[in-house]
């Protein structure tokens, strides 16, 4: 049996880029910056000539929270930034994260209970507010 490590919130039919624009702007507003972001389609239809669905990583930060993990545990930067997948799933979207919980499962650290309890309430608002979409 595998627990499930992400939280997942489906989109309404839309294109890429509005969910993309959303789900910047839902984190943004729960005080997440982005990183880093990884078009994975076109990544590898470039480095493969493989065609998929949109596919889009972005790695979001809230530097607060970040900081307060790794107070915690210096090597909890493996599990950093918040990882959130955008991606096509039929005629939906999917907006996925990690589930921050991950990280006291994977760490066995209760001292990260608290960070992951509150980035966990930030990301389900920012999903949340993509219900307005």
């Not at 984190?27 to 596919?55: C, N, P, R, S």
């Amino acid at each position: 049996m595998s627990a499930s490590y992400d939280r997942t919130f489906r989109l309404a039919a839309t294109d890429l880029d509005t969910a993309v624009t959303a789900v910047r702007r839902a984190l943004a507003d729960q005080g997440f910056g982005i990183l880093t972001e990884i078009d994975v389609a076109a990544t590898l239809k470039a480095k493969l000539g493989h065609d998929m669905e949109d596919y889009l990583i972005l790695g979001a930060c809230n530097p607060p929270l970040a900081h307060r993990a790794q107070e915690a545990d210096r090597s909890i930067g493996l599990l950093l930034p918040c990882n959130v997948v955008v991606r096509r799933d039929g005629d939906q979207m999917l907006v996925q994260a990690l589930d921050p919980g991950t990280m006291v499962t994977l760490t066995g650290l209760d001292t990260l209970k608290p960070v992951a309890d509150e980035t966990t309430a930030r990301l389900d608002a920012a999903l949340n507010a993509l219900a307005a979409l």
